[in-house]
């Protein structure tokens, strides 16, 4: 059971690149969420899902978009990178019964640098 | 989404009790109170939740008060490895889509 799993660990981009976060989990959670974390601050939801085909912006959905074709995958993707998406991703997901319901489980997070 | 307020910074001892207290005075009536702990390069790792009264689980103890307006994070007898970042977040009902909202956080550092 690896929980939640983040691809790839690091990335370098150069402005106007894109590229898409893969966020896997293989504990058959409905809910999955993106953050990005600044140094020094709290995470911001970017985009969450709360099922198979169905997403939703968070609080800072600009300059990303996201995918949930397959349960247990969430994509974020980057069209076209900015210095200001440089930042330390986070993936979560989230049960909606059982005795771990309401907690959400993270991922290692990937750390992306945009030059 | 309610907003939360918490003190930025806190330090402590090792084998002392650690009480973080969060502002919350906007929590609708069906937002759940929820504590997270981040060590620095890992993701958030869920302390403890609860609605009212008190909560405890072998890491922490709840304590929200009947207008639930604020709630404290218990730490008792802390240790070295409890240095960490501590969020106050609400949420997590149907009212707020199922959504969390991260505030800065508490970093906690707990000293020999």
């Known amino acids: 059971n690896a929980g939640v799993t983040q691809t790839p660990k690091f990335r370098v981009l150069k402005t106007g690149q894109s590229m898409t976060l893969l966020c896997a989990q293989d504990?058959?959670?409905?809910?999955m969420y993106w953050y990005r974390q600044d140094p020094g601050m709290g995470l911001r939801l970017i985009h969450y899902s709360v099922g198979e085909g169905t997403t939703a912006k968070g609080e800072v959905p600009d300059g990303y978009n996201v995918s949930r074709l397959k349960k247990q995958n969430f994509l974020l993707g980057l069209e076209s990178a900015a210095p200001s998406q440089t930042s330390v991703y986070f993936c979560?997901?989230?049960?909606?019964?059982?005795?771990?319901?309401?907690?959400?489980?993270f991922g290692p997070g990937t750390r992306l640098t945009v030059l | 989404l309610a907003k939360t307020t918490q003190p930025i910074s806190m330090d402590s001892y090792e084998g002392q009790e650690v009480n973080i207290t969060c502002s919350h005075n906007n929590i609708a009536t069906n937002d759940y109170i929820t504590w997270y702990q981040q060590f620095p390069s890992q993701g958030p790792r869920f302390i403890i939740q609860?609605?009212?009264t008190k909560v405890t689980n072998e890491v922490a103890s709840l304590f929200i008060p009947a207008d639930r307006k604020s709630s404290t994070l218990s730490l008792p007898r802390v240790s070295l490895s409890d240095t960490a970042v501590y969020y106050c977040?609400?949420?997590?009902?149907?009212?707020?889509?199922?959504?969390?909202?991260f505030g800065s956080g508490t970093r906690l550092l707990v000293r020999p």
């Open positions: 977040l609400v949420g997590d009902g149907p009212d707020s889509s199922y959504k969390l909202i």
């Open positions: 979560a997901s989230r049960p909606t019964s059982g005795s771990s319901y309401n907690e959400q489980f």
């Open positions: 504990m058959n959670h409905e809910y």
């Open positions: 609860g609605y009212k």
